[in-house]
């Protein structure tokens, strides 16, 4: 073992004595296993071995005669005479200078982390005794994963809980789940790794979903505690700091919270041939002379090198340009290769999707989940109660405002939507408590906040208004965002130059000042520098907008406020279409436009500019394409045909020609120019340009001039049933099957051993659920018959279709359900559970990410599946384009796995080639959630039919006792077993396979739990 090696063994074996009481002994002994396994046991042993270093006395001695003997080591009195007494030396001063400097390094991060940005619009107000805390608002935040309940907290439900559990949660081989809160998943992350580094995440979210909060409230909270710990008195809420972590997993570890898109702008870095963990330790030696705590730095470091930190990287999607970037991934893997402690980097999901090199090696990645319903409403609550607490509202007014926001959001379904994404529920927040009402759209909503930030900063209490000061009769509050604009604009810019040029979204006073002076230049050019002075000194107060962040440096509240105000800046440019092109090409500019065509289009009423650019966009490459879908979907159809008409006309208006791009974008694209994230945002703008918001499709009388031609059963009576080429999508619907032998089994291997205590007792508590032991359906393939032909829907049944079947008021009549699924329907209306509300709808229909036209219906559970089928065949019936003799059900398990096998002994549906992420949506696609049907053209079987792996998991017509049955089963008791096909979104490769299925109750549901339907002869069912 070379020197080298050794060191690395050592400083690891240290790294996980000193982690040992914050990871448990399970995980210390993990920890042990994985070092033997990487470095010999024999080394590993041999260092765990030697006894602990004793500390060494560097004491003065003095020796005394005495009878008594020799006192050493310990503080004495001496009375008479002794031989000798050793004293301790005198503190380093270098050490203390350290201790301290550690102390105000905490201290300023408490204070910085706590103080809310978007709440310190009222700061210039003298009544006001506080800013708004970020201890006091901040909600718990969820990933899109779901985790089985532990032992513990499985025996806390409650009996009632309990039962709702298996009703509302996954069943199967899996016990009931929860969401997995994002400060545990760095704790689980580890497992992902498989023996490598552990304890990294790369934690994603879309704008505004709260990534930087997180970061803030770890710091926060894990800054407070090591204070608490260190014995320096600061306020604290109840409980301590680590109550506001629950489920946190590492204890007391000192926050090391840096910007990435500050070490993006480290000079040193930046002229570097690679990055390094000498520029890394520069950097914070820089940020920490800067924060007058320069001796702060080596206590850091020593505690990052021994584990004692957690390193809180926050926005690498904010790291733009061929240089810098990779500069700054090299930067962090040297920091994970160095420190064995907890590393955490937050990133935007389109940004980590569409540049490979952000997607670091070592990380494995957590997705942030919206805000459900629960969480909104205690935001809400808390957000008047801590404006109450601040002194901003009287107690009773912010009661009674708090109820009017909350019956507002449940309400109105457009500003559920907004409310989903943190930072909008935040602005509405601000917007409704000085506003009174709210907007229903993002662009206005920002506008709105925007106007009333502008509105605070320019009259501060005390002081005249900043336009009156500023003495320019034709300077008015619009000149003003205009103002702010081009300071937005100019920041965008600079996140988004190229190699050359890879300055961050900060601005540095000089260009503050020069963009200032030019923009008063033409109402006032002799005093534009004073004017622009200013406007500066009152920036320097601060207008929730742009915040100074250093001595000579401004920036943005959050990046979302600098792309609505860099896309305002562009929308009035003469050479506005050529602009927007350029920038069209580029991801980083995509949120930009959006804001701007939504302002456009909703504030300005001005069509023309965004129909323009969306034509030019359709022509482009496939980046262009979705995005001109994207921008469409923002114009609206309505808004389009007020317009003028001819754009929805066929086949050549803008409509149908975005439509057909996009659909064959979808079903045909290929990477690299059309890799699987952006086919699956094109199906995304697909469905909303199809159908408009899921919300609009449950009505019976409802327009739909121009569906997706791939999905017939989403107009079912509807005039567009009736156009030409219906009866042509319906027969290009269905896939047939011919009768014979193929090959039926679930190949998997085992996944524990069924000798051991623990898989005994886990398999007694899932069936306990309703489920089954992990491994007793494994079977080696067999060779087995169907005697029938049929057919097999080529796509799961999406929730444009299943709207049909709300809207027909399928719910409501006993006709379409099954004897037991009356019943389980009759007890949800008699309240024994609330998970369908008031309106019977899926569990999820109300829920964004869910709930895209296109996208596979999930949380149906087996009864409302066997119901659509019912009311479907009925149509069809009625209407004649079903046979009499002809049903559509559920499929068996055996026509499901033959549909996906074929005749052969394959293991995937488009062969034996191993998954990778443009076959199938699963784990390594990384998308988070179920893709618009038809996204993945490679991974179609044989028979035609798409997404058989992957995406959503299948209910099927077949007990889970008798899965070689040929013949359906018409009903389920509540508590006997069905079969759900295997594998969604969420799964890793081994479990990939034709064959793989669990068993569940027909009242479980879940969130990736949808089915498609067969055709087939009555007398088989």
């Given at each position: 073992m070379g020197s080298a090696m050794v060191d690395d063994l050592v400083s690891k074996v240290k790294s996980m004595q000193n982690l040992r009481p914050y990871v448990g002994e399970d995980g210390y002994a993990q920890g042990l296993a994985r070092l033997r396994e990487q470095f010999g046991a024999e080394a590993v042993d041999a260092l765990l071995a030697v006894p602990p270093t004793p500390p060494r006395s560097d004491g003065i001695a003095i020796t005394i005669s005495t009878e008594q003997g020799t006192i050493k080591d310990a503080p004495v009195n001496v009375v008479g005479h002794a031989a000798q007494v050793t004293f301790a030396p005198p503190a380093d001063p270098a050490v203390a200078r350290g201790e301290a400097a550690l102390d105000a390094y905490l201290r300023r991060t408490?204070?910085?982390?706590?103080?809310?940005?978007?709440?310190?619009?009222?700061?210039?107000?003298?009544?006001?005794v506080r800013p708004l805390q970020l201890a006091q608002l901040y909600i718990r935040l969820h990933t899109t994963r779901r985790v089985p309940l532990s032992d513990a907290e499985l025996a806390a439900l409650s009996a009632e809980d309990r039962e709702r559990m298996r009703v509302t949660d996954r069943g199967g081989d899996e016990r009931?789940?929860?969401?997995?809160?994002?400060?545990?998943?760095?704790?689980r992350s580890a497992a992902a790794l498989d023996g490598a580094a552990p304890m990294r995440l790369m934690l994603l979210g879309t704008p505004g979903s709260g990534k930087s909060t997180l970061v803030s409230h770890l710091a926060l909270c894990l800054a407070g505690a090591v204070l608490a710990e260190r014995r320096v008195v600061t306020p604290a809420p109840q409980g301590g700091w680590l109550a506001c972590l629950p489920g946190w997993p590492y204890g007391c570890l000192i926050p090391v919270r840096m910007t990435l898109r500050d070490l993006a702008a480290f000079a040193p870095l930046a002229s570097a041939p690679r990055g390094t963990l000498r520029l890394f330790e520069q950097f914070l030696a820089a940020v920490l002379e800067d924060a007058s705590c320069a001796a702060a730095c080596e206590p850091l470091m020593l505690a990052l090198r021994e584990g004692r930190a957690l390193l809180l990287l926050d926005g690498l999607d904010e790291v733009v340009g061929q240089t810098v970037l990779p500069r700054v991934v090299e930067t962090i893997m040297d920091a994970a290769k160095t420190f064995p402690g907890p590393i955490l980097v937050t990133c935007r999901v389109l940004d980590y999707q569409e540049e490979r090199l952000r997607q670091v090696s070592g990380f494995p990645s957590e997705t942030l989940a919206e805000l459900n319903q629960e969480q909104i409403q205690q935001f809400i609550e808390d957000w008047y109660a801590e404006l109450a607490a601040s002194g901003r509202r009287p107690a009773a007014q912010a009661a009674a405002d708090s109820k009017a926001l909350r019956a507002a959001v449940a309400s109105r379904s457009e500003l559920r939507a907004l409310a989903g994404t943190p930072l909008l529920l935040t602005v509405m927040a601000l917007v409704h408590a000085f506003r009174g009402s709210l907007p229903d759209a993002r662009a206005l909503l920002y506008a709105e906040c925007v106007e009333l930030l502008l509105?605070?900063?320019r009259q501060p209490r005390g002081e005249s208004d900043l336009i009156e000061r500023l003495g320019l009769p034709q300077f008015r509050n619009s000149d003003l965002l205009a103002l702010m604009a081009r300071l937005g604009y100019a920041a965008h810019e600079r996140a988004a130059r190229d190699a050359t040029q890879t300055g961050p979204a900060d601005l540095d006073e000089t260009t503050v000042m020069a963009l200032l002076a030019e923009s008063f230049a033409p109402y006032d050019e002799p005093r534009r520098y004073q004017l622009a002075e200013l406007v500066l000194g009152a920036l320097t107060r601060g207008n929730g907008l742009l915040l100074k962040r250093g001595p000579q440096v401004y920036t943005f509240a959050h990046r979302t406020f600098q792309e609505f105000l860099a896309g305002y800046h562009l929308k009035g440019q003469r050479d506005f279409r050529k602009l927007c092109l350029e920038r069209a090409v580029q991801p980083h500019w995509h949120e930009v436009l959006t804001l701007m065509v939504g302002y456009l289009v909703l504030q300005d009423r001005d069509l023309d500019k965004p129909l323009s650019l969306v034509e030019k966009l359709i022509g482009g490459s496939p980046l262009e394409q979705t995005l001109a879908g994207e921008l469409l979907v923002l114009i609206g159809r309505e808004r389009a045909d007020a317009y003028d008409a001819t754009l929805l006309q066929l086949?050549?208006?803008?409509?149908?020609?975005?439509?057909?791009?996009?659909?064959?974008?979808l079903s045909q694209g290929q990477p690299p120019a059309a890799p699987a994230p952006l086919r699956h945002r094109a199906g995304l703008a697909l469905g909303l340009l199809c159908y408009g918001p899921l919300a609009s499709l449950d009505r019976p009388a409802l327009q739909i001039p121009m569906p997706d031609p791939r999905l017939p059963f989403a107009v079912l009576g509807l005039k567009a049933q009736h156009a030409h080429g219906w009866r042509q999508a319906l027969e290009h619907y269905w896939c047939p099957i011919e009768a014979g032998p193929f090959w039926s089994g679930d190949e998997r291997p085992p996944q524990r051993d069924p000798r051991n205590p623990l898989a005994k007792a886990t398999d007694m508590v899932r069936r306990t659920l309703g489920g089954q032991a992990r491994d007793e359906h494994r079977e080696p393939l067999r060779r087995v018959t169907l005697r029938h032909h049929y057919k097999i829907a080529r796509y799961p049944v999406t929730n444009a279709e299943f709207a049909r079947f709300v809207a027909a008021g399928g719910y409501q009549q006993q006709q379409w359900w099954t004897k037991h699924g009356w019943a389980w329907l009759q007890s949800e209306q008699q309240g024994k559970n609330p998970a369908l509300g008031n309106e019977y709808r899926p569990r999820v229909w109300d829920e964004l990410r869910w709930n895209n036209p296109i996208q596979p219906v999930v949380g149906v559970n087996w009864y409302e599946a066997s119901a659509y089928c019912r009311w479907l065949s009925a149509q069809g019936h009625s209407q004649g384009w079903l046979a009499a003799e002809q049903i559509i059900r559920l499929p068996t398990w055996l026509e499901w796995e033959r549909a996906a096998r074929h005749t052969d002994q394959r293991r995937h549906p488009w062969g034996d080639a191993p998954p990778d992420g443009e076959r199938a949506n699963y784990a390594a696609s990384e998308l988070?959630?179920?893709?618009?049907t038809g996204c993945f053209p490679r991974g179609v079987a044989p028979c035609g039919a798409h997404d058989l792996l992957g995406n959503v998991m299948e209910w099927t017509a077949t007990a889970a006792e008798h899965p070689r049955v040929v013949k359906p089963e018409a009903d389920f008791p509540m508590r006997s077993g069905v079969i759900v096909s295997y594998t969604d979104f969420r799964d890793k490769e081994a479990h990939l396979c034709c064959g793989a299925r669990i068993r569940v109750y027909p009242f479980n549901w879940d969130f990736d739990w949808g089915f498609r339907v067969v055709q087939s002869l009555a007398l088989i069912g």
């Amino acid at each position: 073992m070379g020197s080298a090696m050794v060191d690395d063994l050592v400083s690891k074996v240290k790294s996980m004595q000193n982690l040992r009481p914050y990871v448990g002994e399970d995980g210390y002994a993990q920890g042990l296993a994985r070092l033997r396994e990487q470095f010999g046991a024999e080394a590993v042993d041999a260092l765990l071995a030697v006894p602990p270093t004793p500390p060494r006395s560097d004491g003065i001695a003095i020796t005394i005669s005495t009878e008594q003997g020799t006192i050493k080591d310990a503080p004495v009195n001496v009375v008479g005479h002794a031989a000798q007494v050793t004293f301790a030396p005198p503190a380093d001063p270098a050490v203390a200078r350290g201790e301290a400097a550690l102390d105000a390094y905490l201290r300023r991060t408490l204070a910085e982390c706590n103080a809310l940005p978007l709440g310190q619009i009222d700061r210039t107000d003298a009544d006001h005794v506080r800013p708004l805390q970020l201890a006091q608002l901040y909600i718990r935040l969820h990933t899109t994963r779901r985790v089985p309940l532990s032992d513990a907290e499985l025996a806390a439900l409650s009996a009632e809980d309990r039962e709702r559990m298996r009703v509302t949660d996954r069943g199967g081989d899996e016990r009931p789940t929860r969401p997995l809160a994002a400060v545990e998943a760095l704790g689980r992350s580890a497992a992902a790794l498989d023996g490598a580094a552990p304890m990294r995440l790369m934690l994603l979210g879309t704008p505004g979903s709260g990534k930087s909060t997180l970061v803030s409230h770890l710091a926060l909270c894990l800054a407070g505690a090591v204070l608490a710990e260190r014995r320096v008195v600061t306020p604290a809420p109840q409980g301590g700091w680590l109550a506001c972590l629950p489920g946190w997993p590492y204890g007391c570890l000192i926050p090391v919270r840096m910007t990435l898109r500050d070490l993006a702008a480290f000079a040193p870095l930046a002229s570097a041939p690679r990055g390094t963990l000498r520029l890394f330790e520069q950097f914070l030696a820089a940020v920490l002379e800067d924060a007058s705590c320069a001796a702060a730095c080596e206590p850091l470091m020593l505690a990052l090198r021994e584990g004692r930190a957690l390193l809180l990287l926050d926005g690498l999607d904010e790291v733009v340009g061929q240089t810098v970037l990779p500069r700054v991934v090299e930067t962090i893997m040297d920091a994970a290769k160095t420190f064995p402690g907890p590393i955490l980097v937050t990133c935007r999901v389109l940004d980590y999707q569409e540049e490979r090199l952000r997607q670091v090696s070592g990380f494995p990645s957590e997705t942030l989940a919206e805000l459900n319903q629960e969480q909104i409403q205690q935001f809400i609550e808390d957000w008047y109660a801590e404006l109450a607490a601040s002194g901003r509202r009287p107690a009773a007014q912010a009661a009674a405002d708090s109820k009017a926001l909350r019956a507002a959001v449940a309400s109105r379904s457009e500003l559920r939507a907004l409310a989903g994404t943190p930072l909008l529920l935040t602005v509405m927040a601000l917007v409704h408590a000085f506003r009174g009402s709210l907007p229903d759209a993002r662009a206005l909503l920002y506008a709105e906040c925007v106007e009333l930030l502008l509105l605070r900063w320019r009259q501060p209490r005390g002081e005249s208004d900043l336009i009156e000061r500023l003495g320019l009769p034709q300077f008015r509050n619009s000149d003003l965002l205009a103002l702010m604009a081009r300071l937005g604009y100019a920041a965008h810019e600079r996140a988004a130059r190229d190699a050359t040029q890879t300055g961050p979204a900060d601005l540095d006073e000089t260009t503050v000042m020069a963009l200032l002076a030019e923009s008063f230049a033409p109402y006032d050019e002799p005093r534009r520098y004073q004017l622009a002075e200013l406007v500066l000194g009152a920036l320097t107060r601060g207008n929730g907008l742009l915040l100074k962040r250093g001595p000579q440096v401004y920036t943005f509240a959050h990046r979302t406020f600098q792309e609505f105000l860099a896309g305002y800046h562009l929308k009035g440019q003469r050479d506005f279409r050529k602009l927007c092109l350029e920038r069209a090409v580029q991801p980083h500019w995509h949120e930009v436009l959006t804001l701007m065509v939504g302002y456009l289009v909703l504030q300005d009423r001005d069509l023309d500019k965004p129909l323009s650019l969306v034509e030019k966009l359709i022509g482009g490459s496939p980046l262009e394409q979705t995005l001109a879908g994207e921008l469409l979907v923002l114009i609206g159809r309505e808004r389009a045909d007020a317009y003028d008409a001819t754009l929805l006309q066929l086949p050549d208006g803008l409509w149908p020609r975005t439509r057909s791009m996009l659909l064959r974008l979808l079903s045909q694209g290929q990477p690299p120019a059309a890799p699987a994230p952006l086919r699956h945002r094109a199906g995304l703008a697909l469905g909303l340009l199809c159908y408009g918001p899921l919300a609009s499709l449950d009505r019976p009388a409802l327009q739909i001039p121009m569906p997706d031609p791939r999905l017939p059963f989403a107009v079912l009576g509807l005039k567009a049933q009736h156009a030409h080429g219906w009866r042509q999508a319906l027969e290009h619907y269905w896939c047939p099957i011919e009768a014979g032998p193929f090959w039926s089994g679930d190949e998997r291997p085992p996944q524990r051993d069924p000798r051991n205590p623990l898989a005994k007792a886990t398999d007694m508590v899932r069936r306990t659920l309703g489920g089954q032991a992990r491994d007793e359906h494994r079977e080696p393939l067999r060779r087995v018959t169907l005697r029938h032909h049929y057919k097999i829907a080529r796509y799961p049944v999406t929730n444009a279709e299943f709207a049909r079947f709300v809207a027909a008021g399928g719910y409501q009549q006993q006709q379409w359900w099954t004897k037991h699924g009356w019943a389980w329907l009759q007890s949800e209306q008699q309240g024994k559970n609330p998970a369908l509300g008031n309106e019977y709808r899926p569990r999820v229909w109300d829920e964004l990410r869910w709930n895209n036209p296109i996208q596979p219906v999930v949380g149906v559970n087996w009864y409302e599946a066997s119901a659509y089928c019912r009311w479907l065949s009925a149509q069809g019936h009625s209407q004649g384009w079903l046979a009499a003799e002809q049903i559509i059900r559920l499929p068996t398990w055996l026509e499901w796995e033959r549909a996906a096998r074929h005749t052969d002994q394959r293991r995937h549906p488009w062969g034996d080639a191993p998954p990778d992420g443009e076959r199938a949506n699963y784990a390594a696609s990384e998308l988070g959630l179920p893709a618009p049907t038809g996204c993945f053209p490679r991974g179609v079987a044989p028979c035609g039919a798409h997404d058989l792996l992957g995406n959503v998991m299948e209910w099927t017509a077949t007990a889970a006792e008798h899965p070689r049955v040929v013949k359906p089963e018409a009903d389920f008791p509540m508590r006997s077993g069905v079969i759900v096909s295997y594998t969604d979104f969420r799964d890793k490769e081994a479990h990939l396979c034709c064959g793989a299925r669990i068993r569940v109750y027909p009242f479980n549901w879940d969130f990736d739990w949808g089915f498609r339907v067969v055709q087939s002869l009555a007398l088989i069912g």
